[in-house]
């Protein structure tokens, strides 16, 4: 069984930062590609931000300059250091992972999301 928690959602003025992390845990054998998704209301979800075990990270080009992700493998934990906040980034964000457990995988497993909401 994996879970992957995620936390760091809220409340934030336009210009502001937040710093999500999410946690994955359970039968884990090895964690490969971690990445951030994103659904507005009425949207469809999106890919904010991904990063392999190595190798280069990929963002999204609405947060490209501004967001920033990153892992601590040792953790099994993935972060997004959100700066400079606009309204138009006010999502549900969702941790996703391609995790291989002692009996399957890999396999991908989604967190159960945090609000972020940019508002004055």
């Known amino acids: 069984q994996v879970q992957l928690v995620e936390s760091g959602g809220g409340l934030v003025q336009p210009g502001g930062s937040l710093r999500l992390s999410c946690a994955a845990s359970?039968?884990?054998?090895?964690?490969?590609?971690m990445g951030w998704y994103r659904q507005a209301p009425g949207k469809q979800r999106e890919l904010v931000a991904n990063?392999?075990?190595?190798?280069?990270?990929n963002y999204a080009d609405s947060v490209k300059g501004r967001f920033t992700i990153a892992r601590d493998n040792t953790k099994n934990t993935v972060y997004l250091q959100m700066n400079s906040l606009k309204p138009e980034d006010t999502a549900v964000y969702y941790c996703?992972?391609?995790?291989?457990?002692?009996?399957?995988?890999?396999?991908?497993?989604w967190g159960q999301g945090t609000q972020v909401t940019v508002s004055p």
């Open positions: 996703n992972a391609a995790i291989r457990t002692f009996t399957s995988g890999p396999n991908y497993y």
């Open positions: 359970g039968s884990i054998f090895r964690v490969y590609v």
């Open positions: 990063i392999p075990r190595e190798g280069r990270t």
